[in-house]
C-alpha cells in the first residue's frame, strides 16, 4: 500500500479483529482491510450502508447487484474490486461465463435485453453521469425496471466509484486470482458485515 502508516497500525473495529486472526492463521490478508481498520468508527457504517446495499430487501438479485459492482470496478479498471466481485457474482449467479462475458462486451453477452439496459445506464453513470438525461432514464425504465431497481442500481455504482477509488489512490495491490476466489466465496456467503 501507498499509505504504510495504514497499513502498519494495528487498528480497531471488526476488521482489525480478522486482520489479528488471518495473520494468526498465517492466511493472506487483504490491503482493503486495512483501510476499515483504520478508522472504524467511520468505516464500521460504510460496511452495514454496503451490506444494505448489496443484501437487503431489493427488486435486484444479489447475484446482479455484486455483476454491477464489478461490472463498475472493470470500467475503472480497479482490477482487485472487479475480481473479486466477479468471484461473487459467479457464485450467486452460478454462471462464471455470463459474468466474464459481462465484463468484457455486455452487448455481446448472454443477458436478458432488460439487463443489457441496465448495464449500459450504469455505463454512462461510471463514465458521464453528468450527460445523462430523463429520457435515458425512461429507457430503462421501459425496458422494465422500476424506479427502486434504478435508484439501487445507481447506488451499487456510485458506491463503487468510491471504493475504486479508495482502492487505487491507496495503493491496494492486485491480489493473486485464487485469493480474489476467496474473497468472492466470503462475500457470496458472508456479505459485508463481519459477524
Known amino acids: ?3 504504510t502508516e495504514v497499513e502498519q497500525r494495528e487498528g480497531g473495529g471488526q476488521y482489525a479483529d480478522l486482520i489479528r486472526q488471518m495473520q494468526g492463521a498465517g492466511a493472506p490478508v487483504s490491503q482493503i482491510f486495512h483501510l476499515f481498520a483504520f478508522k472504524p468508527a467511520m468505516t464500521d457504517h460504510l460496511s452495514y ?6 443484501r437487503g430487501p431489493s427488486p435486484l438479485s444479489p447475484g446482479l447487484r455484486e455483476l454491477i459492482a464489478a461490472f463498475t470496478s472493470y470500467q475503472n479498471c480497479c482490477h482487485y474490486c472487479a475480481n473479486s466481485h466477479a468471484a461473487a457474482a459467479a457464485l450467486l449467479l452460478q454462471d462464471r461465463e455470463l459474468v466474464q462475458s459481462v465484463l468484457q462486451n455486455y452487448q455481446a453477452s448472454g443477458l436478458s435485453p432488460a439487463e ?3 448495464i449500459g ?6 463514465h458521464r453521469s453528468w ?4 429520457h435515458e432514464v425512461d429507457e430503462v425504465r421501459e425496458a422494465g425496471w422500476s424506479d427502486e431497481a434504478l435508484y ?5 455504482c456510485a458506491l463503487f466509484n468510491f471504493y475504486n477509488r479508495w482502492v487505487h489512490a491507496a ?6 486470482l485464487e485469493w480474489h476466489e476467496v474473497s468472492g466465496k466470503r462475500l457470496a456467503k458472508f456479505g459485508y458485515v463481519l459477524r
Open 1 to 3: 500500500m501507498f499509505l
Open 49 to 54: 450502508f454496503t451490506e444494505e446495499l448489496m
Open 116 to 118: 443489457k439496459a441496465l
Open 121 to 126: 445506464f450504469i455505463e454512462k453513470v461510471t
Open 131 to 134: 450527460e445523462i438525461r430523463r
Open 152 to 156: 439501487d442500481a445507481i447506488t451499487i
Open 171 to 176: 495503493g491496494v495491490h492486485v491480489m493473486p
